[in-house]
């Protein structure tokens, strides 16, 4: 393998997955004893974590791909088959403890709109389905999902983005920095205004895709460097993050800190050997706490042990979402890649 494909990002994926899904199992539970934890656990860093890793994976299949359609292609298999997977099981199973019957769960015009709204990646018109999680914290079925929307769309723009640069003759470097300016304009306008959720969507998260595609383009650079940047980048980050908290260099030092976690620590660049599981943890957990809370599992019983089976009954569901559904889906030479990994460990 190469330099490029040698990496942390499996790890680090992981990592921001679990910190994703803890954060939220402390947040829905509402068990007292769990709130001093949420701290250590940060959902926007994480998140703004994938996008910095996805802008940066997502460049390399761009140009790794031998047109726009087998681009297309892969994105659509990598993302949408585990994805509405999840939307089916959910709609389908949580009928079981629905307040409704299963004749007025399955005729009721909310559970159509469910359907509607997340098989099209809009799960902001309709979280909800009938009768389900109505005594939750919040009713919605998969609160993590509403990243994968800006995900597919940021999907789209990379081949704007590339047509921009080769056909129009745009310096690629302009049109990142133009971008990024844009996307921190909108995002601390929105935040100014105290619309985080707003200011989170597209375009305002293009700042962190951007610096994932610059750190991509320039990886022989940054990677000769990186022990050089990674300072300057550390001080300006903790000054923003915790002191001035602003969010104008935010997103390209916190970007390199990702790139240099990534590629350094070679004890853990087999990481992923056994396979990716991120997705599937990021996209099962949601539903899986929600229905631990819905049973009052964490009341009743160890919130500890408790909080633990949830974890490991989803990382159960990633693991067979990532034999029998993501990993077939791959393309040929990403299988031939994790075949070659696992091969080299054992």
Not at 110 to 138: D, R, S
Not at 188 to 193: D, G, S, T, W
Not at 288 to 314: A, E, G
Request: glycine share 4%.
């Amino acid at each position: 393998m190469d330099k490029i494909n040698t990496n942390n990002f499996d790890f680090l994926r992981v990592v921001f997955a679990s910190t994703v899904a803890i954060s939220h199992l402390i947040e829905l539970s509402g068990i007292e004893i769990f709130q001093p934890y949420s701290v250590f656990f940060n959902t926007r860093l994480a998140i703004d974590g994938f996008f910095v890793i996805s802008g940066f994976l997502i460049a390399k299949s761009f140009q790794n791909s031998a047109s726009l359609k087998d681009y297309i292609i892969k994105r659509i298999k990598r993302i949408v088959p585990a994805y509405m997977l999840v939307i089916f099981i959910c709609a389908l199973f949580l009928c079981f403890i629905s307040s409704l019957s299963f004749e007025n769960y399955f005729l009721n015009v909310q559970f159509w709109e469910y359907l509607g709204a997340n098989l099209t990646f809009q799960n902001y018109l309709q979280p909800c389905l009938p009768g389900v999680f109505e005594n939750n914290k919040i009713c919605a079925v998969n609160g993590a999902l509403w990243t994968i929307k800006i995900e597919e769309a940021f999907y789209l723009l990379i081949p704007v983005f590339y047509w921009l640069v080769n056909s129009k003759k745009f310096n690629i470097y302009a049109l990142c920095l133009l971008t990024y300016i844009v996307s921190i304009s909108y995002f601390n306008y929105f935040l100014a205004i105290d619309m985080y959720r707003i200011a989170k969507q597209l375009p305002g998260a293009l700042a962190l895709f951007t610096t994932g595609m610059v750190l991509f383009h320039n990886f022989s650079f940054f990677l000769k460097w990186k022990h050089y940047i990674i300072l300057p980048c550390l001080i300006l980050f903790i000054l923003e993050q915790y002191i001035l908290n602003t969010h104008i260099l935010k997103p390209a030092t916190f970007g390199f800190m990702v790139f240099y976690i990534a590629y350094n620590f070679k004890a853990i660049n087999e990481f992923g050997k056994y396979g990716d599981f991120t997705y599937g943890i990021y996209i099962f957990h949601f539903p899986i706490i929600q229905t631990f809370v819905h049973l009052d599992f964490y009341n009743k019983y160890n919130p500890y042990i408790c909080s633990l089976l949830t974890l490991l009954l989803t990382l159960v569901f990633a693991v067979l979402s990532w034999y029998f559904i993501e990993l077939p889906n791959l393309s040929k030479a990403r299988r031939i890649r994790q075949k070659s990994l696992l091969t080299k460990t054992n």
